[in-house]
């Protein structure tokens, strides 16, 4: 056999057992979300909240109790994550925000929120409906967006 072969052959053996590797990573990956869903879905309950801000920060910068900080990985504390300022009853708190939901939170407003431990998982408004914020396409989508247009390829607005 030539040596280009069995180069050819250990990589493919290397891929081979490199996807084998990030199949059961990934297995025991949703396994641990799946825990984690239903025990957020254990303790959920309603609470009724003022937003007084929300930014995505370090979670060294957030304001979270220190217990909090303490038990977060490493890797995870210089990631930023969605912070929710809010007052709850007479006291103010900072509340981690699911990604899902973070764009659709009003600030300043009233909102009757879904909330486990720290973690915010749903929100309604208060007091009215609450506004989704319609994304910005980027330049290229509107380019082609027009140049459908143009075309007849797309209907006119």
Do not use: C
């Not at 799946?34 to 909240?49: D, G, R």
């Not at 006291?91 to 009233?110: C, G, N, R, W």
Request: aromatic share 6%.
């Amino acid at each position: 056999m030539s040596t280009g072969w069995i180069i050819a052959i250990i990589v493919l053996v290397v891929l081979i057992a490199l996807v084998v590797v990030l199949y059961f990573l990934g297995k025991k990956a949703e396994k641990r979300q799946a825990e984690q869903n239903a025990q957020i879905e254990q303790y959920k309950q309603s609470v009724s909240m003022l937003i007084i801000d929300k930014k995505r920060m370090k979670i060294t910068e957030s304001g979270l109790p220190q217990s909090v900080i303490d038990q977060t990985p490493k890797l995870m504390r210089r990631a930023k994550l969605p912070i929710v300022k809010a007052k709850v009853g007479p006291q103010v708190m900072s509340l981690v925000a699911d990604e899902k939901i973070f764009d659709m939170i009003p600030v300043k407003k009233e909102v009757k929120a879904v909330v486990s431990g720290i973690y915010i998982t749903d929100v309604k408004g208060l007091h009215g409906k609450i506004e989704i914020p319609v994304k910005k396409k980027g330049k290229f989508k509107a380019w082609v967006e027009r140049m459908q247009e143009k075309a007849g390829a797309k209907a006119v607005k």
